[in-house]
């Protein structure tokens, strides 16, 4: 009895011995592995499907075919084409002048106006003035004050006050980058307030001018009489 317990207790010594050392060179080899400088590793990942996803994303380019063939995962639209709800803005190359051909795709109202005239308590009076008179706390520091919109802007047309807005004109900067297309189009009618009635404007081409003599083109001569 007393050689078994003896062979029991020794059996059990070992056992507890071995798992004892086989925990701390887990242990060891756990610490040793996660404590590898690796900026992007997290250690040791039990659920690495979870963490590095084999997923296609969005707007990324994969090759396939050993390496022959490259697809991209957005397509890129037809030459032309506009996107649902697009405003438009200014076609590239259009000059200053060009731009009377641009109108307004926001139709108006008090609402749209409303609005229109809070964007230009933000980005505009500081310049322009509250009635846009030209005559706003910073136009005193510019070399020349902006003009009256209900002076020397009065009749400007829609196409090249949006032209203004977006590239900027004279001392002023552009704003394209500090409002949206939408935005500047309801500033645009804000301003028009700003403008007041149109004048008519008489089409100085429309008038027809004397022909000169050289050109005059000669009357029929009466048929002579017989």
């Known amino acids: 009895m007393t050689i078994?317990?003896?062979?029991m207790n020794l059996t059990k010594k070992i056992n507890l011995k071995t798992i004892a050392m086989g925990?701390?060179?887990?242990?060891?080899v756990m610490g040793f592995t996660s404590c590898q400088e690796v900026p992007n590793s997290p250690g040791y990942e039990f659920a690495p499907d979870m963490y590095r996803s084999r997923a296609l994303k969005y707007?990324?380019?994969?090759?396939?075919?050993?390496?022959?063939?490259?697809i991209l995962m957005a397509r890129k639209p037809v030459p032309g084409t506009i996107s649902r709800d697009h405003l438009p803005a200014i076609p590239h190359g259009m000059t200053y002048d060009e731009a009377v051909v641009l109108k307004?795709?926001?139709?108006?109202?008090?609402?749209?106006?409303?609005?229109?005239?809070?964007?230009?308590?933000?980005?505009c009076?500081?310049?322009?003035?509250?009635a846009g008179k030209g005559d706003g706390k910073v136009a005193a520091k510019l070399p020349g004050p902006p003009p009256a919109y209900d002076g020397a802007l009065k009749n400007l047309p829609e196409g090249k006050i949006f032209y203004s807005i977006s590239n900027g004109k004279g001392t002023m900067g552009p704003h394209a980058l500090l409002l949206?297309?939408?935005?500047r189009w309801k500033l645009v009618?804000?301003?028009?307030?700003?403008?007041?009635?149109?004048?008519?404007?008489?089409?100085?081409?429309?008038?027809a001018a004397p022909v000169p003599a050289a050109t005059?083109?000669?009357?029929k001569s009466a048929a002579p009489k017989h």
């Not at 009618?189 to 008038?207: E, F, I």
């Open 216 to 219: 005059a083109t000669p009357a």
């Open 59 to 70: 707007y990324g380019e994969y090759t396939i075919n050993n390496g022959q063939d490259t």
């Open 189 to 207: 009618h804000y301003v028009q307030k700003l403008q007041g009635p149109k004048t008519p404007v008489t089409d100085s081409a429309a008038v």
């Open 23 to 28: 925990l701390t060179a887990t242990a060891f």
């Open 180 to 183: 949206s297309v939408e935005e």
């Open 4 to 7: 078994n317990r003896f062979r």
């Open 104 to 123: 307004n795709p926001i139709p108006h109202s008090a609402e749209v106006e409303k609005e229109g005239e809070v964007i230009y308590g933000k980005f």
């Open 125 to 130: 009076v500081h310049c322009h003035g509250d």
